[in-house]
């Protein structure tokens, strides 16, 4: 966030020649945001487990896993926040279990190893307030000892863990306190904490055309104002419109949609390839039309061409190498075979790692030599489209050689516009000129329209995970549960109060520098205090969640957690010093979390390397979290 | 400019992450993956049943006990040859709930399940039931295997268990008998104690130890009750280590106890061999493994049901000076 605002109130109204060397680019500013490690984690989770296993990626598999992520995401988006304010809460995990097993106590019918009897409408308030009680007096403790808040809170930890397990022997003689759903008002309060949503009874079959195409609409809706963002931000606006550039836009919009139409209603195989190209080249006429209707045209040929021929031709040439000898692996090797070569590598193995690897070194030789040639724009453009070129081609040879349909149909597809977005890129680039100063306005619609965009690409999303239709055929029953809903309500909630207002603010600087805060008049005390508190907070919120969904509380339940939290926390790019992190990261963090546990089961792998598994994935996000960062603050 | 070389760095870290992807796909299929069922060498395994894949959901903390159970379950696979995918749960109930429905989700042909926290998760069990996957309960849930609609249970009746241990000590002589417990919220655990008490003639003592990943805790927390409580002449861990802990918490306090201990570890043999400890209960959890994996694999495959409604008892029998030496054998072939 700072970063962006450094951009927004920085030199932009003055005009010194070298203000272009402060304009930062979309991805750029995309690249210094906290939380860039661990989304750029999560799509490589994504991917690799969605190659690796069948349920991966499918709506069954993605509930299990948000499952997994909620009460962790929640209590994680609490921790960061409190770990952004410089502190940290090791009875976060305790609280949860302490929580959840006083609320149990107090519904309990009374008797003989029985609870308090007392109605859920009295119960639920007396155990916020209870857990609001521990949230404050750990901020206190922390406050008028100054001792650090590790110690501190390891003991509210210790005092919750004996607490827990005492009270349950000593009220019910066990260590699983059960009987929730006796309390009288159990049914009204299950509908809060206990909800769930059962996707296959929920069928969308007309209103408003049908899941199917309302999904589709999003997605290329959102697609669409995703494009139109980044090109704002990217491209120099011209003067006046050229309403020539609108004309031939509109023709390319009407053909891509009339592509898509075809597309749609057509099955042959001949017709879809038919389809497929004008589609494409409809979308490249669209894009031109629009830049040539809002953006300045490039200007080229005044700068001398200081081409690196040397560079650029041997990257050229390593780039074009490595993909013949990747295909050439590819084509030459059985795909079939089971025969060990070697470590965990099979024939068939080998040739997918010898190909995928190679391909990927040639497209990436080929972009670098594409960066060498910037000062000739035709020799650039000429090489990322021979790149782009070149992966339209791999495309079509994972579709015809892949052995799984997986990688057949949903991967080439994917490859496809991966080939058709870089072809774009460079055309686009060829033609218009980068802006290469602060345009106010152009920024705020860009940024506006690439938001728009990711929300409607969501709301796509989502629609499609939470409705079924009656065409579909899901193996099992897909029961969401109301977790995931406070999950994401609360990571926007938040981010808002993080970021938008001045409590936030507060949290920042006390984390930041905390006598320098004092100094300035931030009231240092009472935000950590309230830190504190949101934390026992969301941890009674887990704590109800837990107790609801299994109708009883076990002494240990969320012992030992805390340091998930905290994990998930920092591979959401927030730091262990304070003053720096993320909401949306630490959410984030959660769902690699739980992606990494849940995709472990469903690729079938021995559980005895999860852990390991999972201690790779952690190292790796917060390594390039770390390397991101640092790469992009330090050009410009 | 720079601008491009971060796109290129997206694009490496993606495509590097699907290239490991699909060198996984094609390693993993080595164990007989069932998506890619298209090879000679496929066909012929599908005949003999593979393509089955099941899932064994437990509260397995992959300690000394649990491999064994594991080990069991991998020898039944390998010998029907399906594949068996092991999912513990390290006693934390909501992490099992989750794991029964990654199991549901992943299709899996059958599914076993231990109840050591049956309130909590008996309901996805009998979800996975109601999605028509087969289910056996095993090691814990002889109460509510029925309910669920589980093919049996496979395990031993803890109370009996109990029993058994209580009647050896009547036999040793012991008047005041510590029953140390080392999980807490296990039923099965809370059983053997009650078991112990019923047939004990002295007095019994129950108390949580410390986990077995803390063994200086259980040892400390034993010698700390013997210290209290003189009339302690007798211990009944409940666990393999935990017993083993109790004969040094014994020489640490300088008492004389009769030990006995529950199920089987390479340490609690040599302490038997040495005459340290009386006897163990052993619940043989191998089977429990190994059988819950054979009777889920004959249920889809011949639509057998074991067990008569009744559950299949793997225990008690007991390990002693008498019968040491064979065990031992076979403890380190990692199979009892």
Known sequence: ?636 | MKRFRFIAMLGVIALVAAACGSGETTASTTGGETGTATTAADEVALSQGSGLTFYMATHSDDGVFWSVVKKGAEDAAAAVGADMVWSPSSNDPERQVQDIQAAIAAGADGIGVSLANPTAVAPAAAAAVAAGIPVVTLNSGVNDYQEIGAITHIGQTEIVAGNGAGLRFNTLGATKVLCAQQEQGNVGLEERCDGLAETFNGDVVTQFVGLDSSPDEQINTIAAQLAADPDIDAVLGVGPNVAVRAVEAGTQAGRDLFIGGFDISTDIIQEIEAGNVDFTVDQQQYLQGYLAIMFLYLNVTNQNTVGGGLPVLTGPGFVDGANVAEVKALVEAGTR
């Open chain 1, 1 to 636: 966030m700072t970063a962006q605002t450094d951009t927004n109130t920085g030199q932009g109204e003055t005009a010194e020649p070298d203000e272009r060397l402060s304009y930062r680019g979309p991805i750029h500013r995309l690249l210094t945001r906290p939380e860039i490690g661990a989304l750029i984690g999560t799509a490589g989770i994504w991917v690799f487990f969605w190659a690796v296993s069948d349920v991966f990626g499918t709506v069954a598999g993605t509930n299990n896993v948000l499952d997994v992520a909620s009460v962790l995401g929640i209590m994680a988006i609490a921790v960061a926040m409190l770990m952004v304010g410089g502190e940290f809460d090791l009875s976060s995990g305790a609280m949860i279990g302490a929580s959840g097993m006083l609320v149990v106590l107090l519904a309990k019918e009374a008797g003989e190893f029985g609870g308090a009897g007392f109605p859920l409408f009295v119960g639920i308030p007396i155990t916020f307030a209870f857990a609001m009680g521990i949230g404050w007096a750990n901020g206190s403790l922390v406050e008028k000892t100054a001792l650090p808040s590790f110690i501190v809170t390891l003991g509210t930890f210790f005092v919750l863990k004996g607490a827990k397990l005492g009270f349950a022997k000593l009220f019910t003689d066990k260590v699983i306190v059960e009987g929730l759903d006796a309390a009288p008002d159990f049914e009204f309060w299950d509908n809060i904490f206990g909800a769930e949503w059962t996707r296959n009874n929920q069928i969308w079959d007309s209103f408003l055309g049908g899941r199917d195409l309302v999904y589709a609409v999003l997605l290329l809706l959102g697609g669409a104002a995703i494009v139109i963002g980044l090109m704002e931000q990217t491209f120099k606006r011209r003067d006046g419109l050229e309403p020539s550039g609108l004309t031939l836009a509109l023709i390319g919009a009407s053909g891509a949609t009339a592509g898509i139409i075809a597309l749609a209603a057509t099955d042959g195989v001949g017709a879809n390839w038919l389809w497929s190209i004008v589609l494409g080249i409809a979308i490249i006429v669209a894009l031109i039309g629009f830049g040539r209707w809002r953006y300045e045209p490039a200007v080229r040929a005044e700068k001398s061409t200081t081409v690196q021929p040397t560079v650029m031709a041997r990257n050229v040439g390593l780039g074009l190498g490595a993909i013949v000898l990747g295909v050439g692996a590819g084509l030459a090797l059985d795909s079939e075979s089971q025969t060990e070569v070697g470590f965990l590598l099979t024939v068939q193995g080998l040739r997918a790692v010898l190909f995928v690897g190679l391909a990927v070194t040639g497209l990436v030789l080929l972009i670098l030599a594409a960066r060498h040639a910037k000062q000739s724009p035709i020799v650039q453009a000429g090489i990322t489209a021979l790149a782009a070129v070149l992966l339209i081609v791999l495309a079509f040879i994972v579709q015809s050689e892949a052995s799984s349909r997986k990688f057949r149909a949903e991967f080439f597809a994917w490859l496809l516009v991966a080939g058709l977005a870089l072809l774009s890129v460079a055309i686009l680039r060829l033609l218009f000129t980068e802006r290469r100063h602060i345009d106010q306005s152009a920024d705020r619609l860009g940024r506006r329209a690439s938001i728009i965009g990711m929300a409607l690409v969501g709301l796509g999303v989502v629609v499609r995970l939470l409705f079924t239709t009656s065409g579909e055929v899901v193996p099992g029953i897909v029961t969401y549960r109301i977790s995931v809903f406070y999950f994401v309500t609360f990571a926007g909630v938040a981010t808002w109060v993080l970021l938008r207002t001045q409590f936030g603010s507060w949290t920042f600087a006390v984390g930041g520098n905390k006598s320098a805060a004092r100094q300035v008049g931030v009231p240092a005390a009472r935000t950590k205090t309230i830190l504190f508190m949101v934390v026992s907070g969301a941890a009674w919120l887990g704590g109800m969640l837990t107790a609801f969904r299994l109708n009883s509380v076990q002494a240990n339940v969320g012992d030992g957690q805390e340091f998930l939290f905290i994990i998930a926390a920092v591979v959401g790019g927030t730091l262990l010093t304070g003053g720096y992190g993320s909401t949306v990261g630490a959410a984030i963090g959660a769902l690699i979390m739980a992606m990494s546990f849940q995709g472990i089961p469903f690729s079938g792998w021995n559980s005895d390397w999860r852990f390991l598994f999972l201690g790779v994935i952690l190292l790796l996000s917060v390594l390039v979290n770390n390397w991101v960062r640092k790469k992009a603050e330090g050009s410009s």
